[in-house]
């Protein structure tokens, strides 16, 4: 295989000082981030990738992305989080039963212990996405964190909603993966597995109801995550170096978190997976049932054809504002779908500029 950009490159935010800072949560596994800086003062900024992405969402050479727009427009301490589900790590290349409990629970709280050691009392904003976003508002809402002065959360925030066919998918796909097909995890670059192999043999498969484009990995991924042709993304959103990478882009992932998703959507909200597990008696059964006294004002965003979680921002948005009326703000971007509002080639003119706007505020 032949790479036009590198795997894991740093390259795509060439001018600011980067440095790695791991730590570890309190369930036993190792974590990291990346710290761009160019003025280690004022606000600073954590970003979340969601599941099978991973810090290099946010740093893409190929356009001008989500760190480097931040730094140039007076956000100079941006950090990105790789968290559990991110694919830097091993952690999804295997039957592992970790849930979005333990995501909030043990990543954020070690992760912000990690940073507040750092930059001290500064303020704290965090962009998150997808399942990124689910679990940190599920630990800002269940009270695992604090002290966080504003959230922009893309995609899905506490009430996951999915199409009817990614409904059926939920409903079927993780046991038939695991105890029928005997596949450990899903993974978009199957089609780079030896001929024949069970991989190689679905990816095969997947591209015969997929004949949108020529990219194997993007037929892997519609078939990993919502309901299209192609499900993530517009093509027209995306650069071609973007869409040709995907593989790298997005990673390898145990199909448990599929079965939270599908226990969130039954129940119409974030709730916990086994509320009768003690471990995780320090958070609520039900995330929202405490809304009404979380101050962090929230940005919800959504592509205006999200074809992932639909319309989950816009309900989740009404729920809160319902509870705290004007607290919250939601942003539908139009001609956007789930990964593009943060990965498109053109987002920093139709995207970036709004949650900016935000930040400033809620920093001012």
Not at 12 to 21: E, F, L, M, Q, S
Not at 58 to 69: D, G, K, Q, S, T
Not at 136 to 162: D, H, K, Q, W, Y
């Amino acid at each position: 295989m032949t790479r036009e950009i590198a795997l894991y490159t740093l390259e795509g935010v060439p001018d600011a000082r980067i440095t790695t800072h791991p730590f570890n949560t309190d369930d036993g596994l190792g974590l990291s981030m990346l710290r761009f800086v160019r003025d280690p003062a004022g606000d600073v900024v954590l970003i979340i990738h969601g599941l099978t992405t991973s810090s290099d969402m946010f740093i893409m050479p190929e356009h001008r992305n989500l760190v480097r727009f931040l730094l140039d427009n007076g956000f100079t301490d941006v950090w990105t989080l790789d968290f559990r589900m991110s694919n830097r790590f091993p952690y999804n290349r295997a039957r592992h039963r970790f849930t979005m409990d333990d995501i909030a629970l043990f990543d954020f709280p070690a992760a912000l212990r990690t940073l507040r050691a750092v930059v001290g009392e500064r303020r704290v904003h965090v962009i998150a996405h997808c399942l990124g976003s689910v679990s940190f508002m599920m630990s800002l809402f269940g009270g695992a964190v604090g002290g966080i002065a504003s959230v922009i959360a893309n995609s899905v925030a506490l009430t996951p909603r999915v199409p009817p066919w990614s409904q059926v998918k939920l409903a079927v796909a993780p046991d038939l993966a695991e105890y029928v097909l005997g596949l450990p995890y899903l993974d978009p670059n199957w089609h780079q597995e030896p001929r024949f192999t069970p991989g190689w043999l679905l990816s095969r498969l997947v591209d015969l109801v997929h004949p949108e484009c020529d990219v194997p990995a993007c037929h892997m991924l519609s078939l990993m995550w919502g309901t299209g042709w192609p499900a993530l993304y517009s093509h027209d959103k995306l650069h071609p170096v973007t869409h040709a990478r995907g593989g790298d882009l997005y990673g390898a992932t145990g199909v448990h978190y599929y079965r939270h998703v599908r226990t969130m959507v039954r129940a119409g909200r974030a709730v916990k997976f086994d509320r009768r597990d003690a471990r995780y008696d320090a958070l609520p059964d039900d995330y929202l049932a405490g809304a009404a006294e979380v101050g962090t004002p929230v940005l919800f965003v959504t592509g205006e054809k999200n074809r992932v979680f639909t319309d989950s921002n816009i309900v989740c948005y009404e729920r809160l504002e319902a509870v705290a009326p004007g607290r919250h703000e939601l942003e539908v971007i139009p001609g956007y779908g789930h990964q593009d509002v943060f990965m498109g080639k053109d987002v920093h003119q139709d995207v970036f500029p709004r949650l900016l706007e935000f930040l400033q505020r809620q920093g001012a």
